[in-house]
């Protein structure tokens, strides 16, 4: 029996030949991530919880400062300080104000055919470059960090056959927001989105990212693309090599396949407060916004951020609306800034942040107060993500988001 | 059997309902447990007893890795969580911390909060308004991990 390329990364991580959905094995972890969501709580559990304390190889470690950057209060600098203390203690890679941090792993780190966890739900990124990237709990991250290994049920993969092209106007975010939409929150739970087909080799690494790192809010364990000659490209273009380049066998089985013909999708939108919650975006043209959002580490990098500008540049932004403009990363920004970007987003009356999570996760910059309304290119719509409990966030992509920034109402660009 | 006090909570229940995103970074869990459920049941925290039980219904624990959401729970002295399915991060997470989650199709649809349940880990069983309810075994791996107490638990032992 064959094997799908997210079954041959847990084999090879495994030390074994072959692998099958329900396995449980011990794998070995090529790399691991931590942010300051939870890193404070994992530096106190290595010190008072561990009869011997000990890393591995700290050379897998990777700690970014992304969430709550510039930190806002004292108790999120004591949780900050307490993590660039270790790292540094300990000789950890570590990044702070220089964005997202699936970002800066992809950028920076992810290679082909790696296992790598991170203790942040939206690591299943890194699929995009063909490495198998999981959210995990701190605890997890600890006991990886400790002995360098896991354990992992081998998940069933499900096969996303795309087809065609997006028309114009219409973004992969609007893609995987209609199949979120499709299957459901739970659509995928514990199973790998493989992605593949004629339509998938034509989309970008970015497009990519978008696709597999919306793909836990089908609850899926990551989401995958093979590494071809577009992701090795990226990868060459910043030095790196692949671990190993996989494929998934022509006789791989998969729980369930899925055909989806691209040129029927549309612009949509994910309504509060959950992301299944998908319409059209033409159903909801009109809703006023106080807020709105473009960045996060699904939707905040250089083609977001010229699709924004595009459609604003010469406009002004509604009296009524904030629009937060957040580059994911530092490379990012930098791109923005030389493509005139920046300029652009300022002139219209934008407000231009540094690189970070921000109001994606509703903690930081940028958060709404009571039956505010946002519209975001963010991750999640959930009750309250955004800040108060009755405020809404509405899911759309960056034409959409910009669009309605102008008229502060949603409109389609 | 431990019997304690039913908490239910709606399908597709997102980890930022447990634990909002502004209480992550307090410096611990007993800071952040009087916030939990704080926008479904601000009072949650005050009510709870140790030895209660959370109630949800399908993909339970979904959105956000945040360990923090099992973490409250259990800080709280929240016994298991029962859910008809679990979203996979929050269900190895619990694991992971040792607090039980049970998979049970049944019994979200016949209880309410306040009801009151037993809960048999060992058998496999939840007792509720005078109906058992079974429920589905965890693998023995996990189980294992379970009854150690959690994973740091198991790796102090190994060490």
Known sequence: MGMTIAEKIIAAAAGVDHVKPGDIHTVNLDRLMSNDGTTHLTVDMYHNKLTKPRIADPDKLVFIVDHNVPADNPKTAAAQKKMRDFAREHQIDFWEGKGVCHQIMMENYVCPGELIFGADSHTCTYGALGAFGTGVGCTDFLYGMVTGTSWVLVPESVKFNLEGKLPDGVYPRDLMLTIIGQIGANGCNYQVMEFGGEGAKILSVNDRMVLCNLSVEAGAKTGIFEADEIALEYLEERGRKPKAVYKSDPDAVYAREYTIDLSVIEPVIARPDFVDDVVPAKELCGIKIDEAFLGSCNNGRIEELRIGAGIIKGKKVADSVRFLVVPASLEVYKQALKEGLIDIFMESGAIVMNPNCSVCWGSCQGVIGENEVLISTGTRNFKGRAGHPSSKVYLGSAATVTASAITGEITLA | ?159
């Open chain 2, 1 to 159: 059997m431990p019997s304690g006090a039913i908490f239910k909570f709606h399908n597709d229940l997102d980890t930022d309902q447990i634990i909002g995103s502004q209480y992550l970074l307090l410096p611990d869990l007993e800071e952040m447990k009087i916030y939990t459920f704080e926008s479904l049941d601000p009072d949650f925290p005050k009510k709870v007893k140790a030895g209660d039980y959370v109630v949800g219904e399908e993909n339970f624990g979904c959105g956000s890795s945040r360990e923090q959401a099992p973490g409250v729970l259990k800080a709280l002295g929240v016994e298991a969580v029962i859910a008809k399915s679990f979203a996979r991060i929050f269900f190895r997470n619990a694991i992971n911390i040792g607090l039980p989650v049970i998979v049970c199709k049944e019994l979200p649809d016949e209880v309410n909060t306040g009801d009151v349940m037993e809960l048999s880990l060992s058998d496999g069983v939840v007792r509720a308004k005078g109906k058992e309810y079974a429920c589905t075994k965890l693998p023995e791996y996990m189980q294992n991990i379970l009854n150690q107490g959690g994973l740091i638990a198991s790796l102090n032992k190994e060490d």
